[in-house]
């Protein structure tokens, strides 16, 4: 059976649990790993312009010893050129995974649907799974208190969050969301969220004032206002004034508090240059984190 990743909610628990030892294990042993993928090639396929993720997946790629090939969507052109079923289906032949970074959500399912390798979710609309593995590392390195964490997300419910959110819950650490009303989070989630909460015992806060939900935090997270295909949405970025994380809004939480950010950060919008360059940052050990929490995905999906 093969083990793609599309979505937090679409891993077992055993599924988790192992990439998320793997991952422990793969960034304080390293050399342990280095020929695990020798003779893998992996493709990346990105719709969408990356820094992280095209970079975190190919360093750790090659650091596990295999090989990376990208496919540009203006030479393939999906569902245009060839329907994206031929696509998976013939380049299943020739790889061993494939990462998709795509504007719909959709997109990835079809193509794991026929494809035959593991497809990797690198980036959707919808989902962003990789990101919040890597989230979980850094959340668990960071709080000295392993048995009471919250961790409070602050700003849009987007993708990140919806993501954020399942693995949290289902590792049980707390959640608390601050949105305004017109950006909660998708209530699809919301809904899984709770479910996993209740297995873990953790808990599930979604409010609007972001000094509330930072009052207990552990960490404060944050995104930018507007995603990346976003900008003709017309989401107003005054909405989302009060929900800057700022050296007033971090002093509404716990003294030893962390704080996280996806990137890439619009400095001075969703948070200020004095909270990103701060002893509590940890946004770049987050960063270097995917890397990790990837390089665990690929191992469990063909070792």
């Not at 061993?96 to 990797?120: G, K, N």
């Not at 980036?123 to 668990?140: E, F, G, I, K, R």
Request: aromatic share 6%; glycine share 4%.
């Amino acid at each position: 059976m093969k083990k793609s990743l599309l979505t937090i909610s679409n891993l077992s628990d055993g599924s988790l649990d192992k990439i998320i030892e793997l991952a422990h294990d793969v960034k304080a042993n390293p050399a342990k790993y280095h020929d695990s993928l020798r003779r893998k090639t992996i493709g990346l396929i990105f719709e969408k312009p990356s820094t992280r993720t095209r970079v975190s997946f190919s360093a750790g790629i090659c650091q596990l010893g295999g090989d990376v090939f990208e496919l540009a969507p203006s030479q393939i052109e999906p569902g245009k050129r060839e329907s994206l079923k031929d696509i998976a289906r013939t380049i299943s032949r020739y790889l061993d995974a494939l990462v998709l970074r795509t504007h719909s959500h959709a997109t990835i399912e079809e193509v794991d649907d026929y494809a035959t390798i593991p497809v990797i979710n690198g980036l959707s609309d919808m989902s962003h799974p990789c990101q919040a593995l890597a989230d979980y590392l850094t959340v668990v390195e960071h709080c000295k208190d392993k048995e009471n964490i919250t961790v409070a997300y602050v700003g849009d419910g987007n993708n990140v969050l919806s993501s954020l959110m399942l693995v949290m819950l289902r590792k049980g650490i707390n959640v608390s969301v601050a949105t305004p009303a017109a950006y909660a989070p998708d209530p699809e989630f919301v809904e899984l969220g709770k479910k996993f909460a209740a297995q873990s015992g953790a808990q599930l806060s979604i409010m609007i004032d972001p000094k509330e939900a930072v009052k207990n935090a552990d960490i404060i997270y944050t995104d930018v206002w507007i995603s990346m295909g976003e900008e003709e949405t017309g989401k107003d970025p005054k909405d989302f004034a009060p929900y800057q994380i700022n050296a007033a809004l971090v002093a509404c939480a716990k003294p030893e508090v962390k704080v996280m950010h996806c990137l890439p950060a619009h400095r001075g919008e969703e948070i200020t240059d004095e909270v990103m360059e701060a002893p509590y940052s940890v946004v770049f050990d987050q960063a270097e984190n995917r890397m990790h929490a990837q390089k665990a995905v690929l191992l469990h999906a063909l070792t």
